[in-house]
DNA sequence: TTTAGCACTCGACAAGACGGAGTGCTAACA
DNA sequence: TGTTAGCACTCCGTCTTGTCGAGTGCTAAA
C-alpha cells in the first residue's frame, strides 16, 4: 500500500510529465507548492515508487518517467477533478444546439470538434446497422443483367449494393417483389430482416412471384452488409504533433493501422457504458504500444449504438480527455436520441 | 545544344540516382559498361552540365544529382524504351478479364493495383458526375420535416442528400413530383438536369403540383452535388518508404494534403489525353515541392471520365509509372466502357 | 525520519581529428 | 585539340575526447 507522500509524488510526477514530456527529477519536484520536504527525501520515496514498479528511468542518470503501472494507477486513483472550464462545457454544448438532421452528419462534426479540443486523433464508430430499421428498400436495374440495391435506414443512412440478376428475371417480377417487401418490412429492425422475411413474407411472394429462388438470392445480395459499419476520423495528424512521434517508422505503423477499418474497429469498439481507458500494451497491439486509447459509447434509449473514442499517447491529458468524452458523448445521445425519436 | 556525350552521361546520372538515391560521382558513372571515357572527362562534361542547369550538387564535394530542369528534359527525351516485360503487360490486362459491375469497384481496384505496382502512392479521381445521366431519382420521408434524396446514375453511383421539408408540404405531392421527374428526366445527363427542368418539366409540374416553389426548393436541395467527386487511395504510405522522406514534418504535411479533397483533385486533375508528368515544383504546391506527379485519364468514348495518378518523390521512376499508367488507364477504359455500353 | 553533502553516472553537446568520396585544375599525352 | 593522369583541395560523416549539467544513490549527521 502506498503512503500518502507516494501518491503525491507520484501525482506530480506524472502531471509533470504529461505537461513537459521530460523525464521529472526530484529537484523539480521539490520545487512544487504542495511539496515540502527535499529532493534526497523524494529520491528515496521515487527509489522505492520505482521498485513498486510505478516510475522508471530512461537511464541511470535521468529522472523518472511513468510506467505503464504508473499510469493505471494515475488514471484509477490520482486524477484531478474535473479540470474542463464552464465555457469550454457550455461551448460542447452548444455545438449539439443547432438543428442537425442527419445522424452521419453528428457524428462526422462530433469527430471534428473531439480532435479539436484535445489535439489527438478522434476516432468515431458510426452506428451499427442492425440497431436500426428498415425505411425503404429499392432495387434499380441498370443493365440486363446487373442492379443496384439500395436500403435506407430509418436513420437517413443509405446503403447500396451492386447486384447480380439471375437469367431470365423479369424486371417486373422484381418490381412486384420489392412493393411486398417494402409493405412489409417497413420497421422492422435490420437485424431480423433476413428471418422475417423467410418466415412471414416468404409464401406471400411465393404466391405473387414466379421464380422466389431468384428473388431470394437477390434479396440476399442486397442485404450483404459489409460487417464493419463506418469509422470516422478527426485531426488524423495531429497525434503526430506529439513528441513521441519524433520516428517516421512508427508515424508509418500507425497511418498502416489507420487504413485497416477492421483493426480500428477491434480496438475502438467498447461495449461498457461509460469511459473505458486502455494505456499502452492493454491494447494489445504493437503498433500502439506507446498509445493510449480512451472510448466512450453513445446510446439512444440505454441501447449501445457506437463508440466515440480518441488515440494518444500514453503520456496524454487523462482527465482532460475523460471530460471531454463525457460531456461529448451525452451531447450525441442527446441529439440522436431526439433524432430517432422523431423519426419514429 | 546537348552533345551526344553529354546526353548519355546526363542519361546515366539521372538513372543511377533514381536507383540508389545517392549523388552519383564521376568515377561510378565511367564504370558502367557503355562509357568509356575516363573520371576527368566526365568531370568536365558534368560541370558543363551544371552550368547548364541540368545539375546540381548537393555540397562541394559531393557528387551530383539531377535538377528539376534535368529530370524534365529526362522525361521529355531520354526516357528508356518500355521497361515492363511481357508478364507484367499480361497481368495488368487479366486484371481486368474478370466480369465486375461496378464502376466504383473498377476504380478503387485500380487505384490498389496501381500503388502496389509502382510502390509509390497512387490518387485516382472518380468519374465526374456530370458525364453520367441519371436512372432514377427518389426521395424518402424521414420525419415531418426532413427526407434523404437519392439520384441513382447510369453508373450505378448512389448519392444521397439530407433534404429539409418545407412546412406544410404533403408527401403525397412529393410522390407525384417524383414520378413526374423520373418519366421526364431518366437518361438526362447530370449535367442537364437543372436546366432540363426549369425548361421542360417545369410547366408540366406546375400543373400537377400545388406548391410549385415549394416543390423545386426540395428538388435544388437533391441535386446539389458536392462539388468534388470521390477520391481513391492507394498506397497511402508507400511514398513515406522513401528516403526523401525521413522527415516527420515533411510526412505530415503530406498527410495533411491528403485530407483535402479539394486540394487533391486541384492536383491531380488532367484533361489531357495522354500522360501528363509534373516535376517537382511544376505542381506549384509546396508540400510536393519535392514530389512528381504523374496523371493518365480514363476515357469512354473519348469523353473524358477521370484521372489516375502517381505521386512520388522526383527521384521516380518515370519510365516504369508511365508503362504502367498507361497500360491501366487503358485497362480501365476498356472496363467501363463496357460497363457503360451496357447500360444504355 | 529527514536532509545535507558528496561521489558517481550518464546523456547532450561542442571541438577536434580523420578518412573517404568527390571535385577542379593543370600539365602531359595522343 | 580533345582526353586523361595526377594532385591538391573541399566537405561531409563519423569517431573521439572532454566538459557540463542534471540527476541519482549512499552515507552520515541533525
Do not use: W
Request: aromatic share 6%; with cysteine.
Amino acid at each position: 500500500m502506498l503512503t500518502e507522500r507516494q501518491l503525491l509524488i507520484l501525482k506530480v510526477i506524472i502531471d509533470d510529465y504529461i505537461r513537459s514530456a521530460e523525464p521529472v527529477g526530484s529537484r523539480s519536484v521539490s520545487k512544487r507548492e504542495d511539496i515540502s520536504f527535499s529532493p534526497a527525501t523524494i529520491r528515496n520515496e521515487m527509489a522505492d515508487l520505482e521498485e513498486l514498479g510505478f516510475l522508471e528511468k530512461p537511464h541511470s542518470s535521468a529522472g523518472r518517467i511513468p510506467s505503464q503501472k504508473g499510469y493505471r494507477y494515475y488514471v484509477d486513483h490520482l486524477l484531478p477533478s474535473e479540470t474542463l472550464s464552464q465555457v469550454e462545457i457550455v461551448n460542447i454544448k452548444s455545438l449539439f444546439a443547432q438543428k442537425i438532421h442527419e445522424v452521419e452528419q453528428v457524428i462526422e462534426q462530433s469527430a471534428q470538434i473531439l480532435s479539436k479540443l484535445t489535439s489527438y486523433t478522434s476516432i468515431v464508430l458510426g452506428p451499427e446497422i442492425f440497431d436500426t430499421t428498415l425505411k425503404h428498400l429499392q432495387i434499380i436495374p441498370l443493365t440486363q443483367d446487373t442492379a443496384v440495391a439500395i436500403i435506407v435506414t430509418d436513420t437517413g443512412r443509405v446503403e447500396k449494393q451492386a447486384v447480380t440478376l439471375p437469367k431470365g428475371i423479369k424486371l417486373s417480377e422484381i418490381e412486384t417483389m420489392v412493393n411486398i417487401l417494402n409493405d412489409r418490412l417497413k420497421g422492422v429492425s435490420m437485424l431480423e430482416l433476413r428471418g422475417k422475411i423467410l418466415a412471414e413474407v416468404g409464401d406471400m411472394l411465393k404466391v405473387h412471384v414466379s421464380n422466389y429462388q431468384m428473388m431470394m438470392q437477390i434479396f440476399e445480395q442486397s442485404i450483404k452488409q459489409e460487417k464493419n459499419d463506418k469509422v470516422f476520423f478527426g485531426g488524423k495528424t495531429n497525434i503526430f504533433s506529439q513528441p513521441e512521434f519524433q520516428d517516421v517508422d512508427k508515424v508509418r505503423q500507425l497511418l498502416e493501422m489507420f487504413e485497416e477499418k477492421q483493426l480500428i474497429h477491434q480496438i475502438f469498439r467498447s461495449e461498457n457504458s461509460g469511459i473505458t481507458v486502455k494505456i499502452g500494451q492493454e491494447n494489445n497491439f504493437e503498433a500502439i504500444d506507446h498509445c493510449s486509447v480512451i472510448t466512450a459509447t453513445y446510446t439512444v434509449d440505454g441501447k449501445h449504438l457506437g463508440t466515440i473514442g480518441i488515440l494518444g499517447p500514453t503520456r496524454m491529458e487523462y482527465r482532460r480527455v475523460i471530460d471531454v468524452l463525457n460531456h461529448l458523448s451525452k451531447g450525441m445521445t442527446n441529439t440522436l436520441t431526439n433524432l430517432y425519436q422523431r423519426n419514429k
